[in-house]
């Protein structure tokens, strides 16, 4: 495609206001007053329909040609001998889903208006949900394996506090608590992943480990390694059986924190696996186990789906057959179908 935008960045950096602005928006203290609740969600509203607005402008720059990857500067870590750049990775996956989860959070937002209209919190709320909106879009659009890890604790932390946002629903805050032990102990393996992957290809950088797999002949112990802890958190954040428990008391939550998680957060440990694709297909016997592992968590969750009496219960069972699904898509290696299955499910969670 011929190059009709002078400027190859263009896409990176409104890539880049997306995660920026939502989280600038939740920066300011909030108080528990209607007057502090509505400038909240005034701005964190605008903030979401900005990153929507943002997406689209970077759709348009993407197919006129500006499609070269965002680096604005890279931290250096003592005692490594790799560093942590603050990259955006400018490519197909990426303008999908972050079209894609834009778009979910503008919902989301909009619905949590009046969903929350007159509780005395909904200013923290608004907050709350701004930060995990906002470290989400940052894991979407990152352009290596350490900013996207660190992107999915900070969303994990913000999502916590979401879940547990009523003190008074002892279910929802039992669920909350199952999953920080699944999702810290999938970060542990993520940050794992991470450190092989740097210390052995000398960069985060998605791009390099995608050029390093490439040209190897064989590929390393330690990256295997860094293989099968990817398909470990893959399993942990996807709930798959038998971590599927605290998917479905997530519905205990308030409705719009329980529709973020299962119309995005959720597919985290989908999009780390399309986005380390190169790596997987070099470690068959890490695929393989992911597809039986998705194969099983679909045959439960589908049975079990059929016994539910409540709409939300059923819901939330098809939300784990669906990565199931995916996740047995990846095991065989069709990385194109599980994409598009991740686009239509996660449409058809917003209906």
Same mark, same amino acid.
């Given at each position: 495609m011929q190059t009709a935008i002078s400027t190859p960045w263009l896409t990176g950096a409104l890539l880049l206001v997306m995660p920026s602005v939502l989280v600038l928006s939740a920066l300011p203290s909030v108080r528990p007053t209607r007057q502090s609740a509505l400038g909240t969600r005034y701005r964190v509203r605008w903030a979401a329909i900005v990153a929507l607005l943002g997406a689209l402008a970077g759709d348009i720059g993407y197919f006129l040609g500006s499609q070269t990857s965002l680096?604005?500067?890279?931290?250096?870590?003592?005692?490594?001998?790799f560093a942590l750049?603050?990259?955006v990775a400018v490519?197909?996956?990426?303008?999908?889903?972050?079209?894609?989860?834009?778009?979910?959070?503008?919902?989301?937002?909009?619905?949590?208006?009046?969903?929350?209209?007159?509780?005395?919190?909904?200013?923290?709320?608004?907050?709350?949900?701004? &930060? @995990?909106?906002?470290?989400? =879009?940052?894991? !979407?659009?990152?352009?290596?394996?350490?900013?996207?890890?660190? %992107?999915?604790?900070?969303?994990?932390?913000?999502?916590?506090?979401?879940?547990?946002?009523?003190?008074?629903?002892?279910?929802?805050?039992?669920?909350?608590?199952?999953?920080?032990? &699944? @999702?810290?102990?999938?970060? =542990?393996?993520? !940050?794992?992943?991470?450190?092989?992957?740097?210390?052995?290809? %000398?960069?985060?950088?998605?791009?390099?480990?995608?050029?390093?797999?490439?040209?190897?002949?064989?590929?390393?112990?330690?990256?295997?390694?860094?293989?099968?802890?990817?398909i470990g958190a893959v399993i942990l954040k996807s709930a798959h059986f038998p971590f599927q428990g605290w998917l479905i008391q997530v519905m205990e939550a308030p409705t719009p924190v329980s529709a973020l998680m299962h119309a995005g957060v959720v597919y985290s440990g989908a999009i780390i696996a399309l986005r380390t694709t190169s790596l997987l297909v070099r470690v068959p016997d890490a695929l393989l186990f992911l597809g039986i592992m998705g194969l099983a968590t679909v045959v439960i969750a589908s049975l079990a789906m059929t016994t539910q009496t409540a709409v939300k219960s059923m819901l939330a069972w098809s939300t784990t057959a669906q990565l199931g699904f995916m996740s047995l898509e990846l095991g065989l290696g069709l990385f194109p179908l599980a994409l598009l299955h991740l686009m239509f499910i996660t449409r058809l969670e917003k209906t």
């Open positions: 680096e604005i500067f890279k931290i250096t870590l003592p005692g490594l001998g750049p603050l990259s490519n197909g996956l990426t303008m999908v889903l972050a079209t894609l989860v834009s778009f979910v959070i503008v919902m989301i937002t909009q619905y949590s208006v009046e969903y929350l209209d007159g509780d005395p919190h909904q200013a923290r709320f608004f907050r709350l949900l701004a &930060f @995990t909106g906002g470290f989400f =879009l940052l894991v !979407v659009v990152s352009g290596n394996i350490g900013l996207f890890t660190l %992107g999915i604790i900070a969303t994990g932390f913000s999502l916590n506090k979401l879940l547990k946002f009523y003190n008074t629903h002892p279910k929802a805050i039992m669920a909350a608590h199952k999953k920080s032990i &699944f @999702t810290r102990t999938a970060d =542990l393996f993520l !940050v794992g992943a991470s450190a092989l992957i740097g210390s052995h290809v %000398g960069s985060l950088q998605f791009d390099a480990l995608r050029q390093f797999v490439a040209h190897a002949t064989e590929i390393p112990f330690a990256l295997q390694i860094a293989a099968w802890l990817i």
